[in-house]
């Protein structure tokens, strides 16, 4: 009788083929991993989370100092200071950040829309 000699199965499969046999298939560890996860991030994030009652971005001055946050990386920070002053204008929850134009000068300027209870980032624009 002739013994056949196969290398050692690495760690990595033994361990795999233990969840097999507990489960029954080899996916299902996988989807009991994602619940729990799914399931302790919600519980972490419903525990510790505040929201002002004015929102994140409350006024004016803050909801620019994001626009221009946002706007630097994309235009740069010498474009970006040739559109102050900057407005905003509050509507249905939004910020509606615009810059201004130099007088006398044509083309268009930055637009940043910014959600006032989040702070989330709705639109970025530039006219031309």
């Known amino acids: 009788m002739q013994l056949e000699l196969r290398p050692p199965m690495p760690r990595i499969f033994a361990s795999s083929t233990r969840w097999i046999r507990i489960f029954g298939n080899p996916v299902a560890p ?4 994602a619940a729990i996860f799914s ?4 519980l972490m994030a ?6 002002p009652d004015t929102g994140f971005v409350p006024d004016e001055r803050t909801a620019i100092q994001i626009a221009e946050a946002v706007l630097t990386p994309i235009y740069g920070a010498d ?5 102050r002053p ?3 204008t509050l509507k249905d929850g939004s910020w509606t950040v615009v810059g201004s134009l130099p007088p006398g000068s044509v083309g268009g ?9 989040d702070g989330r ?8």
């Open 121 to 128: 980032i709705q639109r970025v624009s530039h006219g031309r």
């Open 86 to 88: 900057f407005t905003a």
């Open 39 to 42: 399931l302790s991030g919600n």
């Open 109 to 117: 300027v930055a637009l940043v829309e910014i959600s006032r209870k």
């Open 30 to 33: 996988l989807f009991l991993m």
């Open 46 to 51: 419903n525990e510790h989370s505040y929201i």
């Open 79 to 83: 474009a970006v200071k040739q559109e």
